[in-house]
């Protein structure tokens, strides 16, 4: 079987979503990403390790009235090419081919990233102006600070199983608290992520380390937080506050890592605030 499967019923998914497909190239990778349109400011949605880019159509559109979500499936995941390689430089070379591969977008755009996405969105913002930056509960784990909580075996045996052929049903035992729409999503999608995507990008939460970049990101930035996540714990939230005073720090209450999944109206009012302040 190969490394990668977009199931038939995944793209049947396309056609309930209220967004446009559009493809840019960066070198000889191809990236899709879902445009909502609007005459909004343009926000670029970087979603998590093996989360495609409509598994954040939920998130998208309760903010349709407030920007133009552009959501990414980042390379190797969802319709992308897989790459040759994934490091932090490589994404943020996707995002800049994004921005500038349609007129409007990269004019002072908004980014959004959430985990992984959380990462690239920080290296991009610090590499060139933006209108304002939010990531969302970004992987701190990095060398000398401690493994990333979920395994590589974990994210691997996840994925063994949707190109086995997961459900709903299997995907709820694992997050329990989802929406039962998310959930179907995950199953249908799950197999579009490569293995080697994830081996390197888990790799890179536990050699690169968030802190070499997030006090560079310029203001107006916010990180939100779940107030339960393993992955952004109150001692990494307080070092996040002190290294970047600049930046807004909001917890999302009864939040674990999956915040917009776990909490999704307390998620989804606190991204809107935020938003708000940047458009």
């Known amino acids: 079987m190969s490394a990668r499967c977009v199931r038939q019923d995944a793209l049947a998914d396309l056609a309930d979503i209220p967004a446009t497909s559009r493809w840019v190239r960066n070198g000889d990778v191809r990236l899709h990403f879902l445009d909502y349109g609007g005459s909004g400011v343009p926000l670029v949605v970087l979603p998590g390790i093996t989360s495609p880019a409509i598994t954040m159509d939920f998130v998208a559109r309760e903010l349709r009235d407030l920007v133009r979500p552009i959501v990414v499936d980042v390379r190797g995941r969802g319709l992308s090419d897989s790459g040759p390689s994934y490091s ?137 937080y779940g107030a339960d996540s393993p992955v952004v714990t109150a001692e990494g939230a307080e070092e996040a506050a002190k290294a970047n005073p600049g930046a807004s720090m909001t917890e999302i209450p009864d939040a674990g890592h999956m915040v917009f999944w776990d909490n999704p109206p307390a998620a989804l009012s606190l991204l809107r605030k935020s938003l708000g302040a940047m458009t």
């Not at 060139?128 to 060398?143: C, E, H, I, Q, Y």
């Open 88 to 224: 932090l430089a490589d994404y943020a070379s996707d995002t800049f081919a994004i921005l500038d591969g349609l007129p409007g977008i990269g004019t002072d755009p908004l980014l959004l990233g959430h985990s992984m996405g959380a990462r690239i969105a920080a290296v991009t913002a610090t590499m060139r102006p933006l209108r304002g930056t939010v990531l969302v509960d970004p992987p701190m784990s990095g060398s000398g600070r401690g493994p990333y909580p979920t395994t590589l075996a974990a994210f691997l045996g996840q994925l063994d199983e949707a190109r086995r052929g997961t459900d709903a049903d299997e995907v709820a035992q694992a997050w329990p608290r989802w929406p039962r729409r998310e959930q179907e999503l995950r199953a249908r999608w799950l197999s579009s992520c490569d293995p080697e995507a994830i081996r390197a990008t888990h790799e890179g939460f536990e050699t690169e380390d968030f802190f070499d970049t997030w006090p560079s990101v310029p203001a107006p930035a916010t990180l939100l």
